[in-house]
């Protein structure tokens, strides 16, 4: 006892090195604990891009002279904007529009060039997608200059005169479905996202892995059940809470931030209804990987992290590099975050939320499959 009253040095460093082994031996903590910081480095020095290029544009045109040709051209020179879509009529670029596929919506009114030698000062009109205003804020702000630079040379050749101050055409610019430019309009419908994806996994990741501490799960097995019945029986009280948790923020969202609801409800509920399951799966998955509750957490937390970054959820989706798209094409909450945006903003029906229910519908078929069998592994 004497002795245990003394500093020892040597205690301390046989202590310090039993946690140096414990922890090499686990390797899912150490792979955390080397695999987080690693990857933020990534994400935030190549993937996370906060004046988003290259942002998909559709060009309705039925005037084809060079003036018009010029407007393209400046549009592509300013490095903003893509031409990905040459609609037809204006119902079709309306279309685009609505479903996504397009960010902006450029209209070249017939008549363009001549109105524009005659002096009639023509407008041009750009329709842009205004649920993500980070994503279009520097694309509207670079419109202008693109346009005088790209029409100065053939304006000069025509006019035969010194260009005026002002230039001799309009640019109307609409902001659809977020006028003002509210970021919360696009940050507050996606929080219920990231909220039900971190409550969904981690709760269902620590609800079993608890079982399995406490050494419950061999009794509730004992139980006349089937591991689907156990399964089913674990996962609706999570649904409930993911349904409610829903409810909160969406009505704090429209009657304390004034976010609007355009769309119908009934088809939000289905499409929460599909992911949440697709975040309970997950956490099955994950829990049958972890050994412990801090596992558990740390990988729910590793999963979190990318949903939150590579989603659109904080950052402009198509701001990121090819390769960190990809990566996000591979999270449900991408598709979710699209799916609730489009019905409160845009008021998006079900045909239109339909290539992002689809993936999402994919994406719970397998991981529930995979959470089904790694289940029945993890009861032998």
């Known amino acids: 006892m004497n002795s245990l009253r003394k500093f020892s040095g040597r205690r301390i ?3 310090l090195i039993k946690e140096f082994i414990q922890l090499l031996r686990d390797r899912t903590t150490l792979g955390m604990i080397v695999g987080i910081p690693i990857i933020q480095l990534l994400l935030f020095g190549f ?16 005037d084809h002279s060079i003036f018009a040709r010029d407007v393209v051209s400046g549009l592509k020179n300013s490095d903003y904007f893509e031409i990905t879509r040459e609609p037809d009529s204006v119902e079709e670029a309306k279309e685009l529009l609505q479903q996504g596929k397009v960010i902006f919506v450029v209209s070249i009114p017939d008549g363009f060039s001549r109105q524009l030698i005659h002096g009639d000062s023509p407008s041009l009109l750009i329709e842009a997608d205004g649920t993500d205003p980070i994503a279009v804020g520097g694309a509207i702000a670079a ?40 970021s919360r309009f696009n940050i507050v419908p996606g929080l219920i996202a990231v909220v039900l994806t971190m409550t969904g ?3 269902t990741a620590l609800s079993l892995t608890r079982e399995r501490e406490r050494g419950t799960m061999e009794n509730l097995l004992s139980m006349p059940v089937r591991p689907i019945e156990v399964m089913i029986g674990k996962i609706a009280p999570y649904v409930l809470i993911g349904y409610v948790q829903a409810t909160i923020i969406i009505l704090t969202a429209h009657f304390l931030f004034g976010v609007p609801i355009f769309g119908n409800l ?79 903003l845009k008021g998006s029906t079900f045909l239109e939320i339909w290539p992002n229910v689809w993936p999402l519908l994919c994406f719970m078929v397998v991981i529930t499959f995979i959470a089904t069998r790694v289940y029945r592994k993890t009861l032998d």
Request: aromatic letters at 10%; one cysteine or more; proline letters at 9%.
């Open 13 to 15: 460093l046989a202590i």
């Open 47 to 62: 993937a996370i891009n906060s004046d988003p290029k290259h942002l998909p544009t559709a060009v309705l045109s039925p």
């Open 143 to 182: 419109v202008d200059g693109a346009l005088r630079q790209s029409f100065e040379r053939d304006l000069n050749g025509v006019l035969n005169s010194t260009p005026p101050p002002t230039p001799s055409y309009t640019v109307n610019i609409q902001r659809l479905y977020n006028p003002e430019g509210f």
């Open 201 to 203: 996994v981690m709760m």
């Open 266 to 344: 009934l088809l939000l509920a289905f499409g929460l209804l599909i992911f949440i399951v697709c975040n309970l799966a997950l956490g099955f998955t994950l829990s049958a990987k972890a050994t412990n509750q801090m596992q558990a957490m740390q990988m729910s937390t590793f999963l979190l992290l990318p949903s939150i970054l590579l989603s659109g959820f904080m950052f402009p989706f198509l701001g990121m590099p090819r390769w960190a798209q990809m990566l996000g094409s591979l999270l449900p909450s991408t598709y979710f975050i699209r799916i609730v945006r489009g019905i409160m």
